[in-house]
């Protein structure tokens, strides 16, 4: 219609009301102003009475638009008030489910597993907690030829059909509702009609807990989190041919940074100069503290190992894990049980402190508010400063409620230990025959280590190194 006004063939347009032709206020007001007047074209509003013929009332007309702009802002209102009810409530109110989710015919708002595409995202995360990165898994889908979508693709010979890439991957293994949870929104519009939005941070998303089936479980999804997160940024300039197997969960005992690895320089052969035997890479690493690499002794000290002996002392601690396991497993479960009912009850006391320090805080807060708001209205405070100060004791109040949250859920942890010592058991027993380590065995089974401070013992060097492994914590081992 616009393009034929402009071209000459339109010389009436009649709506039945202001708001048939537009909502926004802004737009309507351009139309009727500005763009019928300059092409000579008459407009008519049959029951609002606006004709621009005869001017009959277009002293009101910007008012009506205006109200018919509040109409459609508040009907905009209320239906996302009841989407984000909705949503809050666990109920899916999105378009296209997530890959490996189907909606529920039963139930509307439910979601279900879908038996054809849940067991690539079953996959995926199965790859991702044995160490594989988001690019690696990506290159194997598409060499499997596994379709990205649901949806079946007109020819077998289509490329974006099997498309995979490491920002999808990613996007899968962060996505809380293959846990069973629900996410209530990723992104705020920032304004009506403005067709742009704010990205909410993850650490800031809503997630409601135990909506629908699990793809993964919630242990398996929470450890796939913490590999994401530990996973280093490669480093360029790395000639040597070691593969870095510890990458991302060997830290210093006294920092708490991680450890780098590094290579020692013993010429172009690359030969052991006593011997004269070619060494093998692993022989010619070492580890070496973040913090004392890069600001010296005063910062930290060196924590240096030999990649050699530290991957000798993990192989060997798992290898004797496993053997106590399968070898009296009453016996070690009673172990690893009582030790962690020792170590639970003791953060469970101080952590429980913590809570009761931040409770009572949040309501020193609420007094503060309404002693706050009584200096206000006496004329003692000024609204400035009023405003200030309470958006500073607002912001300390809602930190200490995020922090009381992540206190519970760990508290909660120790109704689960029978179920992770057992967990642990039936992991470790997989690798009573292992000879040789890799990404998957370490990170399946750990979940950090930590290396400590070179010291001497009666004459001789010894190193402390503790592994912590998933599910029942630390082990401490030593180097001599």
């Known amino acids: 219609m616009i393009a034929d006004i402009e ?104 979601l279900i597993t879908d038996p054809e595409t849940a067991p690539v995202i079953r996959r995926i995360f199965e790859l991702a907690l044995d160490g594989w990165g988001c690019m690696r898994i990506a290159k194997q889908l598409m060499d499997d030829k596994v379709p990205i979508t649901r949806v079946k693709a007109n020819t077998e010979c289509d490329v974006n059909y099997y498309s995979w890439g490491s920002a999808r991957i990613s996007h899968i293994l962060r996505n809380p509702f293959y846990k ?48 994401i997160d530990r996973r280093p940024t490669i480093m360029k300039g790395n000639a040597c041919p070691f593969y870095n197997l510890f990458h991302g969960i060997i830290y210093c005992a006294t920092c708490g940074k991680s450890m780098q690895v590094r290579y020692e320089k013993v010429g172009r052969t690359g030969k052991n100069r006593f011997t004269g035997k070619e060494r093998e890479p692993i022989d010619k690493a070492y580890y070496i503290c973040q913090t004392y690499n890069r600001l010296g002794k005063n910062a930290c000290t060196s924590h240096k190992i030999e990649a050699r002996d530290l991957y000798n002392l993990v192989l060997k601690d798992i290898q004797d894990l496993a053997a106590m396991a399968l070898k009296d497993a009453d016996v070690f479960y009673q172990r690893l049980s009582s030790r962690m009912e020792r170590r639970y009850m003791a953060d469970a006391s101080e952590m429980q402190k913590e809570c009761d320090r931040l409770e009572a805080r949040n309501q020193e807060i609420d007094s503060m508010f309404m002693s706050l708001y009584t200096d206000k209205a006496k004329g003692i405070l000024t609204e400035q400063r009023f405003l200030k100060l309470t958006a500073t004791l607002e ?86």
């Open 7 to 110: 071209a000459g063939k339109v010389g009436c347009v009649i709506t039945k009301d202001l708001s048939r032709l537009g909502r926004n206020y802004i737009e309507a007001g351009s139309y009727i102003e500005i763009f019928f007047p300059k092409h000579n074209v008459r407009y008519i509003a049959v029951t609002d009475g606006v004709d621009s013929l005869t001017r009959q009332e277009m002293d009101i007309t910007p008012f009506k638009n205006i109200l018919n702009d509040m109409y459609s802002r508040d009907i905009s209102k209320k239906v996302l008030a009841g989407r984000m009810t909705r949503s809050r409530q666990g109920k899916f109110c999105g378009g296209q489910p997530p890959l490996g989710l189907m909606r529920d015919p039963d139930e509307k708002g439910h």
């Open 180 to 227: 069973g949870a629900h996410l209530v929104c990723r992104t705020h519009q920032k304004g009506i009609r403005s067709n742009t939005y704010d990205i909410i941070p993850r650490e800031d998303w809503e997630v409601i807990e135990n909506c629908h089936e699990a793809i993964v479980t919630p242990a398996e999804w929470e450890q796939v989190q913490e590999i």
């Open 395 to 480: 912001q300390e109040q809602e930190a200490n409620r995020k922090r009381l949250q992540d206190l519970m859920l760990v508290m909660r942890r120790t109704d689960e230990q029978e179920s992770d010592v057992r967990t642990f058991m039936q992991e470790i027993r997989k690798y009573a025959a292992i000879q040789e380590l890799d990404e998957a065995v370490l990170n399946r089974l750990i979940s950090k280590i930590l290396v400590g401070e070179v010291r001497k013992v009666d004459g001789q060097k010894c190193q402390e190194v503790k592994i912590v492994y998933n599910f029942v914590g630390e082990i401490p081992a030593v180097i001599e």
